[in-house]
């Protein structure tokens, strides 16, 4: 029997980028990021009820430049996660299917994301944090 040459199924090296793939799997990702951060919730709020011991080195690795990256990731995909789901409760309803709607919607969510994790940490840091 001879081996007939068969095409390959489309993946991501094939297809171009559009704005609503990006979209889409970043929102994956940042589904999986927030599982994670609500470990990272759950192991503060543990040292908090276990004394001050406990709480004193979640605070410092919080405190370091590692641990501030990590929140700020957090935040970040709390805030894009929130965004995009808002965008796919519009197409819970049918609405901002057209193409131009879709990538429109998608731009949004990304900058909005960025937006609203700036100024939570400009908040945060004018007051006192």
Same mark, same amino acid.
């Given at each position: $029997?001879?081996?007939?040459?068969?095409? /390959?199924?489309?993946?991501?090296?094939i297809?171009?980028?559009?704005?609503?793939?990006?979209?889409?799997?970043?929102?994956r990702?940042?589904?999986?990021? /927030?599982?994670?951060?609500? /470990? /990272? #919730?759950?192991?503060?709020?543990?040292?908090?009820?276990?004394?001050?011991?406990?709480?004193?080195?979640?605070?410092?690795?919080?405190?370091?430049?590692?641990?501030?990256?990590?929140? &700020?990731? &957090?935040?970040?995909? #709390?805030?894009?996660? #929130?965004?995009? +789901?808002?965008?796919? #409760?519009?197409?819970?309803? +049918?609405? +901002?299917?057209?193409?131009?709607? $879709?990538?429109?919607s998608?731009?949004?969510a990304i900058? $909005?994301?960025?937006?609203?994790?700036?100024?939570?940490?400009?908040?945060?840091?004018? $007051?006192?944090?």
């Open positions: $029997m001879a081996n007939i040459e068969r095409p /390959l199924s489309p993946h991501l090296q297809y171009k980028p559009q704005i609503t793939m990006v979209t889409s799997i970043t929102h990702i940042t589904g999986v990021a /927030l599982a994670g951060g609500t /470990l /990272l #919730l759950a192991w503060w709020l543990i040292a908090a009820a276990a004394g001050p011991e406990s709480y004193e080195t979640v605070n410092a690795f919080m405190s370091s430049w590692f641990g501030r990256l990590v929140l &700020f990731g &957090f935040t970040w995909a #709390l805030f894009f996660h #929130l965004c995009n +789901g808002i965008r796919h #409760l519009f197409w819970d309803a +049918g609405k +901002g299917f057209e193409l131009p709607a $879709m990538r429109k998608g731009i949004v900058v $909005m994301s960025v937006v609203l994790t700036l100024l939570t940490w400009v908040i945060a840091y004018g $007051m006192g944090g």
